[in-house]
Each structure stands twice: as C-alpha cells, then as structure tokens.
C-alpha cells in the first residue's frame, strides 16, 4: 500500500528554497544515478537558481523528464526548453539526457523514449529523486485519464492526446514505480481540489492512481 508523507510550506518562497536545496543534493549525489525533472512552472525556480550556480556531479548523472509535450525543442511549451539552463548548467554529456526526441512521429518518439528508459533502468542506474507535478484536473506526468492508464500497462512511456488537443509523451505508472523518491511539488490555489483529493489518497484521482506501484510518496506543497 502506497503511504503519502506530506510536507506543508508556509510560503512559495521556502517551497522554492527547499526544492533547490534537495534538487541539488540529487544531481550531486556520488554514483551512478538518475533525476527525474517535471514540467510545469512549480518547478522552474529551483531550475533557474542551481543553473545560475557550479553544479559538480557524477560523470555517471543522468536526467530524464516525465513527460513532454509533442512541440519543436525549442519551443516555449517544451519541458525541456523551460529546463534548458539548467541542463546548460550540469553540462551533460549528449547520452547523459534522455529527452523525448519530437523531431521524431508521435509513436516513434514514445518507443524511442521507452527503449531509451529500458536501457538505463537496464544498466542499473537507479531514479532517485523524481519531481511529479499535479494539474488542476488531478493528473500527472501527461496521463489525464483511467484510459491512459489503461494503455500505459506494461509501458515505460506512451504517446497520449491531451485534453489541450495536444499531444505528447509520457512516462508511465510502471516507471514511476521505479522511483525511489518520487516527490509531488504542488503550488497555486487553482490546484486545492486536486490537492485535497490527492491529500485525501482518491482511488478515482489519476496522479494517485498512478503512483500506486511507489511504495511511499511525498507531497511538497505551498
């Protein structure tokens, strides 16, 4: 059974202080390791303060996204474009970013981020820390409904239509569970119905239901 630990934040400010200071203990951590970064702007802060300082790590690092939304790279709505300073900042080799490829069609940019996921849970790299976002509608990563979680089965990564009529890629419960420290990040009063139905573990919820496979989960919230 999933436990949810919660921490409550009395302002946005400590929230952002806090996610910088774990974040940046994760990418710095000794061995060979992975960190798992959202999208959205809850996280952006604590992206822009590490980039705007030295971050030493392991040569052995690797970054991944939960999701990304099927734009050019260098779009303004891509989750990897909003995090650009912070990957300029660790300096990761081009095989040490796992990035959803959309220059590539839809289904083959979802295979290719899961054989890409395969191949680094293969070489025992372990996900240690890995930010979660929660949307308004109460879904995660970009899995927006029991449907999605239905296809997910047995996937490390999907290509889905998102209810904004984009599309995207996402990871799946079944990688999520392979999280050691899944963290959700959670800020806005746009998110309290989201918030209180995640806070009150809602089996109907879509970001809870798909971390059901994590044995314990945290929630930051502001």
């Not at 660790?90 to 040490?96: D, F, I, N, R, V």
Request: hydrophobic fraction near 45%.
């Amino acid at each position: 059974m999933t436990s949810l630990a919660t921490r409550v934040f009395g302002s946005r400010a400590a929230l952002d202080a806090a996610l910088t200071e774990r974040l940046g203990r994760a990418l710095g951590a000794a061995g060979a390791s992975a960190v798992m970064l959202s999208g959205g702007t809850t996280p952006l802060p604590a992206y822009h303060a590490l980039a705007a300082r030295p971050l030493p790590h392991d040569e052995r690092l690797r970054v991944l996204f939960t999701d990304e939304r099927y734009v050019p790279a260098d779009s303004t709505a891509s989750n990897y474009y909003q995090s650009r300073e912070l990957i300029e900042g660790l300096g990761l080799a081009p095989e040490s970013l796992l990035r959803v490829r959309t220059e590539l069609p839809l289904e083959e940019a979802a295979s290719d981020y899961e054989r890409a996921l395969s191949a680094l849970l293969g070489s025992g790299v372990r996900i240690g820390l890995g930010l979660l976002g929660l949307g308004a509608d109460g879904h995660t990563c970009s899995l927006f409904s029991a449907s999605d979680l239905a296809r997910a089965r047995g996937r490390y990564a999907i290509p889905v239509q998102r209810p904004d009529r984009l599309a995207a890629v996402s990871v799946t419960p079944e990688l999520l569970a392979t999280v050691q420290e899944p963290v959700f990040v959670v800020a806005g009063p746009d998110k309290q119905p989201a918030l209180n139905a995640l806070r009150a573990r809602d089996p109907h919820l879509i970001a809870w239901r798909a971390v059901q496979g994590c044995a314990q989960v945290e929630l930051w919230m502001a």
